[in-house]
């Protein structure tokens, strides 16, 4: 399992599975964002799969589908929310990790500089270099 911190709150990672969750838990997250829509690939655990699981090793599960390429200013303010109101620190997950990333810088801007947003992503493998106007 391939996790990558973007904040004390939040790190992010690639598809998880059922299996993962246990690890998950040992890790010490406490809530996990599934940010990709049931079906957007073959074989992918359904949201209410993973919700029971997570339920079972004691995480809160959210899912909170974003279209890839479509994120809208709902998805941003969406998981802003969810990241307030949640159990930290979180892990949240989608098909690489780039779209939880992408919805993380969004979600802080304003709040953090550009450059501060850019760096974290990039130390954990996102270049997120050309949003830099959009944050």
């Not at 929310?81 to 810088?105: E, H, I, K, Y």
Request: hydrophobic share 45%; proline share 4%.
């Amino acid at each position: 399992m391939d996790t990558r911190k973007l904040s004390d709150a939040l790190s992010v990672a690639p598809q998880l599975t059922g299996n993962d969750l246990a690890e998950v838990a040992r890790l010490g997250f406490r809530t996990v964002i599934n940010n990709r829509p049931d079906g957007e690939s073959q074989g992918q655990p359904s949201a209410a799969e993973l919700a029971a699981i997570a339920k079972q090793h004691g995480l809160a599960y959210h899912h909170q589908p974003v279209i890839s390429g479509a994120m809208t200013e709902h998805d941003v303010i969406a998981f802003r929310q969810l990241l307030a109101s949640a159990a930290q620190p979180v892990l949240a997950f989608c098909r690489s990790g780039t779209r939880c990333t992408t919805l993380w810088a969004f979600a802080c801007a304003g709040e953090l500089a550009a450059d501060d947003i850019i760096g974290a992503a990039a130390r954990a493998g996102y270049d997120l270099s050309g949003l830099r106007d959009r944050l």
